[in-house]
């Protein structure tokens, strides 16, 4: 079974830095593409970014782009996801999610959905 483990969050002013972790057992890592998504205090999830299983392919929400990069270590079974320029609109509890694919489609518009398999890191972003 899928288990995750996200680590990384933190409280940051804005325009400040963070650095996601996230260790993924339980599959065959280098078979799956990883995403990212966050969930804040009473809106929806919303899908934040995506790496295809070689780490050729990357996809982000707009809301990010620019701002976010994704990246992935199969070695390592681990995706990491460096967030710079950090906005209040940031703050979220962020997760990793592994959608039964190779490749990022679907996943940061939500089309695949998400499942929250570990506890998330929370992420704020505040004066």
């Known amino acids: 079974q899928l288990h995750v483990v996200e680590s990384g969050g933190g409280l940051v002013q804005p325009g400040g830095s963070l650095s996601l972790s996230c260790v993924v057992s339980?599959?065959?890592?280098?078979?799956?593409?990883i995403g990212w998504f966050r969930q804040a205090p009473g809106k929806e999830r919303e899908g934040v970014s995506c790496i295809s299983s070689s780490g050729d392919g990357t996809d982000y929400a707009d809301s990010v782009k620019g701002r976010f990069t994704i990246s992935r270590d199969n070695a390592k079974n681990t995706v990491y996801l460096q967030m710079n320029s950090l906005k209040p609109e940031d703050t979220a509890v962020y997760y990793c999610d592994a959608p039964q694919q190779s490749h990022c489609s679907g996943f940061v518009d939500s089309s695949l959905g998400f499942a929250s398999w570990g506890q998330g890191t929370q992420v704020t972003v505040s004066p």
């Open positions: 339980g599959i065959t890592f280098d078979w799956h593409a």
